[in-house]
């Protein structure tokens, strides 16, 4: 090596003194290189035996449980449907035990025959010499038979809609009430959405009509009871006790007196400024 790096030297044909003068540099030069090259070579080497650095953790979420985790929350649904059966929060039937004093009645005479009578905080109805116990919950009224069992009953949906069902639990109408020109009325539907019947409520007196426009009854206080006429003019049905022109109206629409007897309990409380 020290052969080859004579014959390398530049200075090697300059005199002695010169070449000793010279030397120092060409040296350090040397030593400069192969120091550089030791540094490389060991870098190189501590790359290669380095473990692999991690990549960086993606802020991203990835898919799959913790997906579900990220995801925004989600606005609440919309309210039940009219037909959900989903009951509401608050209860929108008022109380039974206050709907009649003891001792009172609500008879119907004529084309129907029927009384509802209160005693001892209970609802009943007497019709077709049977007589019917009003039970409810708060949501829901049922009239019950001497066994318990039940005849028909009205489940409540919102303030002014419900649904009525027969012994069998088979949905048999919808009642509807709304305030149509000013003026209360009540529709019944079959499970179909067809309408029956409705009543319109009016000043002093209130109409009963059948599917279309046509009139069936018109009725009225009069000598203390409300009188129900049909198109002739002939009376058809007499109701005393009705606190007001609404319940009457229910009680004279032309169904099953069961029926009659849970429309007047739900639908038939009194509106601020109905007439009696």
Not at 20 to 28: D, I, K, M, S, V
Not at 33 to 47: M, P, Q
Not at 50 to 77: H, I, K, L, Y
Not at 110 to 124: D, H, K, L
Request: contains cysteine.
């Amino acid at each position: 090596m020290r052969k080859l790096l004579n014959r390398l030297d530049p200075t090697r044909q300059l005199p002695q003194t010169m070449r000793r003068y010279l030397a120092l540099p060409t040296y350090l030069v040397l030593g400069w290189l192969v120091i550089s090259g030791l540094a490389l070579f060991i870098a190189s080497r501590v790359d290669a035996t380095a473990p692999a650095t991690p990549p960086a953790e993606s802020s991203a979420t990835p898919p799959g449980e913790n997906a579900a985790a990220a995801a925004p929350e989600q606005p609440a649904a919309d309210a039940p449907a009219e037909d959900s059966e989903a009951p509401p929060a608050d209860p929108l039937l008022p109380d039974i035990s206050a709907m009649l004093a003891d001792g009172a009645e609500i008879g119907a005479s004529g084309s129907s025959v029927f009384t509802i009578r209160g005693s001892a905080g209970q609802v009943s109805l007497e019709s077709g010499g049977q007589t019917l116990t009003m039970l409810g919950d708060g949501n829901e009224l049922r009239l019950l038979d001497p066994n318990g069992a039940t005849v028909y009953r009205l489940k409540a949906k919102q303030a002014d809609k419900g649904k009525l069902y027969d012994a069998a639990g088979t949905f048999r109408w919808r009642v509807k009430c709304e305030s149509e020109g000013g003026e209360e009325g009540c529709k019944l539907y079959d499970p179909d959405g067809n309408k029956l019947h409705r009543v319109k409520i009016k000043a002093d007196s209130f109409n009963v009509y059948g599917s279309g426009d046509q009139r069936l009854y018109k009725g009225k206080l009069k000598n203390g009871r409300y009188q129900v006429r049909d198109e002739t003019g002939n009376n058809v049905l007499d109701i005393r006790g009705a606190a007001s022109l609404k319940q009457a109206a229910l009680l004279a629409l032309p169904v099953d007196a069961p029926v009659r007897a849970l429309l007047w309990a739900y639908a038939g409380h009194e509106s601020p400024g109905e007439t009696r």
